[in-house]
């Protein structure tokens, strides 16, 4: 028969949703900080944009950022727009 050492296991358990509630904090910190940007003009939804690209190594942005650029000039999106057609102008 298997044996379980339980307050091993509860110790375990404790610690774990101890760490939960500092995260639900933090979170709730993070969002405060993010309402504080809002308040001052900046757009939160572009900050989050920086905020994840500089947990990216700048190589690997540097290439995810010339793959997306790649793609997008494949699909042509921007060809048919007034900024599109000056940037091809300015390309001949």
């Known amino acids: 028969m298997l ?11 404790v610690r774990i949703e ?5 995260k639900a ?7 405060d900080v993010y309402g504080e940007v809002k308040s001052v003009g900046f757009d939160p939804k572009i900050v989050r944009k920086i905020v ?9 942005r540097d290439e995810e950022a010339e793959i997306l650029d790649l ?6 999106d ?11 102008r300015d390309d001949e």
Not at 52 to 60: G, P, Q, T
């Open 71 to 76: 793609y997008l000039n494949a699909l042509g």
């Open 25 to 31: 904090a933090i979170g709730d910190d993070i969002k």
């Open 52 to 60: 994840a690209l500089r947990r990216v190594d700048k190589n690997k």
């Open 3 to 13: 044996s379980v050492d339980g307050g091993r296991l509860r110790d375990f358990i």
């Open 78 to 88: 921007f060809m048919d727009t007034p900024l599109g057609e000056a940037a091809s």
């Open 18 to 22: 101890r760490l939960n509630e500092e």
